[in-house]
């Protein structure tokens, strides 16, 4: 992400966020209309109109969405550097505190008129970049202190215990969780279909059907997509460490298989992408 902040208002199309990714910003989703079960981490939500999901984007995550199916959502992505400064002034850094200290959760609101003004926010902020100037400071400081009332919304409504979602699920559903928090723990080891199965005691056909059916993807999909993102972090985050031994340490192989890979999925090799978001940090910090 280029922009420190992006906005999607009512979406309806399907493109690539319908594979597991990751990032490093911040993520504000609203789910409108259709069908869609969300796989964040190894949480699994049958989504409702008017649910909301805060996400701190190094979370693994994805919509699952039934062939022709409708599928409205709203997203926001933002960097949280680029609108701390305003927080700080106001007294409101602890309206990141969610996104800091859960890294994901689901907020129900049943569309009450909380949701409805978010809605509202989100709509203006689309409507701001796509009529401003990128370099215009009067548009940048309207989409701040809109996003400065979108985290208070947000706040507001993750608050109020009559719209937490209920514990309960169905036994389908807490079986691919087991899978997903199981991968989750040992990606780094050698994984296949054969010992997952045999760790969480379920038969190896039941496993791969299960998981594919609920979240979208198989199971040795959600594996790779749990290393890139390791990969991705250690990058980084351990800037001293070798690229060799990210691979390694991400469940990778071989360093050939790991660059391979990285590249095909990322666009770019593991030690451009960590160049890349050293810059992107000094930029963003005036460093």
Not at 57 to 65: E, Q, T, Y
Not at 184 to 203: F, V
Not at 256 to 277: A, D, I
Request: charged share 25%.
């Amino acid at each position: 992400m280029d922009s420190p902040l992006v906005v999607g208002y009512r979406l309806q199309h399907m493109w690539s966020d319908m594979d597991f990714h990751s990032h490093r910003e911040y993520e504000i989703y609203v789910f409108h209309a259709g069908s869609c079960r969300y796989l964040i981490h190894n949480q699994i939500y049958d989504l409702e109109p008017g649910d909301i999901l805060l996400m701190d984007g190094m979370a693994l995550h994805k919509p699952n969405v039934p062939p022709n199916s409708q599928y409205v959502r709203s997203t926001l992505h933002f960097s949280p550097q680029w609108i701390s400064g305003v927080l700080d002034k106001a007294g409101g850094l602890h309206l990141l505190h969610v996104f800091e200290k859960l890294h994901h959760c689901l907020i129900r609101t049943k569309e009450n008129q909380e949701s409805k003004q978010l809605e509202r926010l989100i709509c203006r902020m689309s409507e701001v970049i796509g009529t401003s100037d990128p370099d215009d400071i009067n548009g940048e400081i309207e989409l701040k202190g809109l996003l400065l009332q979108v985290l208070t919304v947000v706040n507001r409504l993750g608050q109020l215990e009559s719209i937490k979602v209920s514990g309960e699920k169905a036994e389908s559903t807490e079986h691919a969780e087991k899978i997903a928090e199981y991968i989750q723990k040992n990606y780094m080891n050698k994984l296949t279909i054969d010992s997952i199965s045999q760790e969480l005691n379920i038969s190896k056909s039941y496993v791969s059907h299960i998981f594919k059916k609920i979240t979208g993807f198989t199971i040795m999909e959600y594996v790779m997509a749990s290393r890139l993102t390791q990969a991705k972090y250690l990058l980084e985050m351990e800037l001293d460490q070798p690229i060799k031994n990210v691979a390694y340490d991400s469940g990778f192989e071989s360093v050939s298989h790991f660059s391979r890979y990285f590249k095909n999925n990322v666009g770019m090799s593991p030690k451009e992408y960590r160049r890349n978001r050293q810059k992107k940090y000094s930029e963003e910090n005036g460093i």
